[in-house]
Nanobody
Framework: QVQLVESGGGLVQAGNSLRLSCVASGGTITYTRMAWFRQAPGKEREFVAFSWRGVGVRYGDAVKGRFTISRDDAKNTVYLEANTLKPEDSAVYYC??????????????????WGQGTQVTVSS
């Protein structure tokens, strides 16, 4: 079974950028749907971005125009480029995968495999 490990989080000032990475092991992501979610303290897990060749990419409204999801199947890696960061972007960012397209990609409960998360903190 595929295992996911995120990295690239950290503390940044508002307006700056971060590049998060998610490396998969134990299998290939070539035929795998990939997504990023985030969860701030006291809040529900929130959809951030989705990538799959058959559908393309999708973004949550809160990050549209600022974040970019990309994937390098040869490296079994998915990236999240987060630009123009705001304090409200602070959260633990999770990478997730599924061998099929969830009925509702925006619903975290429909995703199959999760990484441990990487913390992003944006100071004002």
């Amino acid at each position: 079974q595929v295992q996911l490990v995120e990295s690239g989080g950290g503390l940044v000032q508002a307006g700056n950028s971060l590049r998060l990475s998610c490396v998969a092991s134990g299998g290939t992501i070539t035929y795998t749907r990939m997504a990023w979610f985030r969860q701030a303290p006291g809040k529900e897990r929130e959809f951030v971005a989705f990538s799959w060749r058959g559908v393309g990419v999708r973004y949550g409204d809160a990050v549209k125009g600022r974040f970019t999801i990309s994937r390098d199947d040869a490296k079994n890696t998915v990236y999240l480029e987060a630009n123009t960061l705001k304090p409200e972007d602070s959260a633990v960012y999770y990478c997730t995968a599924c061998p099929y397209t969830p009925k509702n990609i925006y619903d975290s409960t429909q995703w199959y495999i999760w990484g441990q998360g990487t913390q992003v903190t944006v100071s004002s």
